[in-house]
């Protein structure tokens, strides 16, 4: 919580009372506001060792003490700041003086409805005072004071009020900082209204503002993933894991998890852990994935081939009945298919118009005098198709039967193996290629 935002917000909340002591006793010019005064001598000590006091906790009993002994002082609104600063100092150690903060800030709000660190204070402490189930009114306060640190932003750290002993980058970075901490506010406010979308929103515009902020990526993680929004969750899931700093990070050990997590969860999204190193690599220097990002699913391969196959059997009568019997030889009853319909019968014997099968030649055996042939079909690098001579072939066949090449065939169907997938002819018809097989006495039968 505590940002460097916080602390030059806070710095330059003590810097505007440098000069207050002394205001209290010069005399006004002609035409300015009437000179603040001290009540006593008393209200004066007691004012002059708060500014004097270090330590948060002190200051707040001395400011306690001014409050109770001169509730009505031209120094109010001074005092008001104090408590603001002071109680924003004891607010990250000290839960109990979070709601006191707020209460505080509304006050100051009602005399200055622009008061830049009062609604940035209300943006960091809200959420933490309200919780998973905030209070109504809480929720309307942070709400309007995220969206005034907002609008704010530009003229708060105009370049005109940079101090001098911080740098242009740093104070550049401090106004991305408040800004980031207002829409997180509206992420939680979204979040406990159970508006997911505004939240993701909110944590995109956040770690827009500051990358910085490797709890933000992990919150914005899981709610991208409990909306099944996995590329993107998944790279957020990453960035968690793999920032360390100089902005607020997760423990080692927390980290560790979130990796765990996100190998685990990439491979059984992707199929594979292919890519996953590019992702962390890459979300380790950025807060957000790039544009047009995307990893491709189990599904998406599988609707890919789906697609790709249906469109294949609508243009390819061949390879509609290819599929069709693999389909059903590596089906529950691939076995009782196979006695049934393909066993012995002269494939593909014609059925729907088809006389030969085509397919590619991955292998031969021998090469020299080959009886054996493994063909792709499907896919020409997958064999699926064993085509077994029971003579070797003769060497005008191999002009024909090259490495490679596709190759038309039909035949009686011998045997199968489901897994991996395999259909075997014996002594098939190769057109264009003599062969020495013997005469053929199969069943003219049609798969279904």
Same mark, same amino acid.
């Given at each position: ?12 909340? +003590?810097?505007? =009372? ?64 104090? +408590? ?81 002993? /911080? ?11 408040? /800004? ?28 827009? @503002? ?51 997590? =996100? ?8 199929? #594979? #852990? ?40 609508? #243009? ?6 290819? +599929? ?70 003769? @060497? ?28 075997? +002819?014996?002594?098939?018809? /190769? ?18």
């Amino acid at each position: 919580m505590a940002s460097s935002a916080l602390a030059l917000l806070t710095s330059l909340a +003590f810097g505007s =009372f440098a000069s207050a002591q002394d205001a209290g006793s010069q005399q006004p010019a002609a035409g300015q506001q009437p000179a603040k005064n001290y009540k006593d001598r008393g209200e004066y000590d007691l004012f002059s060792k708060i500014t004097q006091t270090q330590d948060a906790k002190a200051r707040l009993d001395l400011l306690n003490q001014w409050q109770d002994k001169y509730p009505q002082s031209d120094f109010a609104q001074d005092r008001l700041l104090y +408590f603001v600063a002071t109680l924003a100092q004891l607010a990250p150690n000290d839960p109990s003086a979070r709601q006191k903060l707020l209460d505080k800030c509304n006050e100051l709000l009602k005399a200055d409805p622009k008061n830049f660190r009062a609604m940035y204070l209300i943006s960091v402490w809200g959420p933490a005072v309200g919780g998973t189930s905030p209070a109504a009114d809480l929720v309307t306060q942070v709400d309007t004071a995220a969206h005034g640190v907002i609008d704010g932003a530009d003229a708060a750290f105009d370049a005109s009020k940079k101090p001098a002993n /911080v740098s242009a980058d740093d104070f550049t970075k401090a106004k991305g900082q408040a /800004v980031a901490i207002a829409h997180n506010a509206l992420a939680w406010e979204a979040t406990s209204k159970k508006d997911n979308a505004t939240a993701e929103n909110e944590y995109k515009a956040s770690l827009e @503002a500051n990358p910085d902020q490797g709890t933000i990526s992990a919150a914005y993680a899981k709610m991208l993933i409990e909306e099944k929004k996995y590329p993107e969750g998944l790279f957020e899931y990453a960035r968690a894991s793999q920032y360390t700093g100089p902005g607020p990070a997760l423990p080692e050990a927390t980290r560790k998890q979130l990796l765990d997590y =996100f190998n685990k969860a990439y491979k059984d999204y992707k199929g #594979s #852990s292919d890519g996953a190193d590019q992702i962390l690599a890459q979300a380790k220097t950025s807060a957000l994935p790039p544009a047009g990002f995307s990893i491709t699913s189990q599904a998406d391969v599988a609707n890919k081939q789906a697609a790709d196959i249906n469109a294949r059997m609508a #243009s390819d009568p061949q390879f509609k009945l290819w +599929f069709a019997l693999k389909q059903n030889l590596t089906g529950d009853q691939g076995d009782q298919f196979f006695n049934s319909n393909v066993k012995d019968a002269e494939i593909p014997g014609g059925a729907e118009g088809v006389k030969n099968f085509t397919g590619t030649v991955i292998s031969i055996d021998p090469p020299d005098r080959p009886t054996k042939v493994v063909l792709g079909v499907e896919d020409p690098t997958k064999g699926d198709a064993t085509l077994e001579f029971s003579q070797p072939l003769p @060497a005008s066949a191999l002009d024909k039967i090259k490495t490679g090449e596709k190759l038309d065939f039909s035949g009686v169907a011998d045997s199968y193996t489901k897994d991996p997938y395999m259909l075997t +002819f014996k002594d098939p018809t /190769v057109p264009g290629v003599a062969t020495t097989a013997p005469p053929k006495k199969a069943t003219r039968r049609r798969p279904r």
